[in-house]
């Protein structure tokens, strides 16, 4: 099958068992009927800006290059991290890194080098939006951001979907007013209008308001069934659609959420373990800290002393989890006791030297769901957070429907956020050549079973004992979690 489109849509941050009959009953009755991948995981880190990226590239956070939802890159901004929220940051780094900031090509630039489109509407930030579909503006293609014409392509097309829909809704918690909007402009506008041969629509919900009001909130119960009620709309179309047998719909959310334990403030933490450190991209200190549930640390001083130093003092710390660094070795770090960061795909240059999570627990969390974790971020207590190593984090959704698809199909093998764009260019006869992901064939009509494999790989840092759990079909390998023993 070589002419099948496809439809990505994307619930930002929505955990697979938060889709029950009751809460989302669209997408669970969808996702019954259709192929299913329960164990699918994001790339790590478990944001959204590195995953909107591996999505559109189909490729591993170290291979395209957005490291983490916030980096420093010295040569961008000296001063502080790149916001990949913004995205003005984004340009400035496009501008700045030799090949611009994403590293391989992306589904919009394979898709426009065949003759083919791609079109993005997106009510996430200024920055995921423009991930999703980084060249429009060069390639002639479209994308529509919430956020306004700015961050949108082309001009003309932005000001004829306000002159039908009107202006996009203010912000609300829930988003629901932005993604029915959203919905409308792709139902009623890019699919009869531009008729794309992808398209991808990114729901802000339920990420938001998990963060904001916590996973098991009334707020988030009314996020769920706003985002489900407006996929509903599009199933609704899609079955309505006469050529709906050239036609797949992808679901996929970016990552998985836990609920916000106690706070570390990581920079005070190390100050006071009597280190020298700021959180500038080139600061006078001797380590450089981007803090988070994947915390990132720049050793300035390139001595083993240092190094030494910040490991053995980070595996005495009870909220640590697991330690990453460079290093030849297949599964070790060059720092003893430490994995090495390729095992979770951020072999890149542009990765710190030293990336570790922080400890996390699969309790009960807001509204009794599983899964909990220390942070260091600005978010509620008892919010909703993500960026780390918990398997809850690291299983995202994933379902594929369309006649090219099994029915009734819950796969066995490991799958990824990677493999949506190898298996939408495959859809459409078109090779998905350089890509870490793969072509999701178990799942294909026509495909066969995969071999794959899962190791679980310990390492131990003193007392401190960690690890990381690594699954892989073929050549392709996904993060399954990992943390302090
Ligand atoms: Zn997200």
Redesign the pocket.
Known sequence: MTDTRSLIVVF??LRPDMVTPALMPHLHAFQSAYSRFPKSRCVFPS???V??AALATGCTAGRHGVVGNQFHAAAVFPDRWIRTSEREDLLAADAVFTGGLIQVPSLGERLAAAGRTLAAVST?STG?GWLVHHRAEALGQFRWSVHGPLHSTPADAWAEIERRFGPPPATATPQTPRIDHATTILLDYVLPTLDPDVAILWF?DP?YTYHYRGIGSPETVAALLGVDAAFGRIIDAWQRAPDRDRRAIFVV???GHITNRDRIDLATAMTSGGFSVDTQADGPADLGLVPGSAAALTLRRRDNGLSRAVVDWLAEQPWCGALFSDGPDATAGAIAGTHNRGLLGLGSGRTADLVFTLAHDDAPGDGGWAGGGLHDSNLPPAGGN?GGLHPREMNNMLLAAGAAFRTGFVSPCPAGIIDVTPTVLHLLGLSATGCDGRVLSEALIDGDMPVHETRRLAMAAGRHAHHVTISRVGTTQYVDGGGRD
Do not use: M
């Open positions: 930002d941050g944001e959204t800006r995953n909107a996430g995921s802000t990420d959310s970016d990552h993500h």
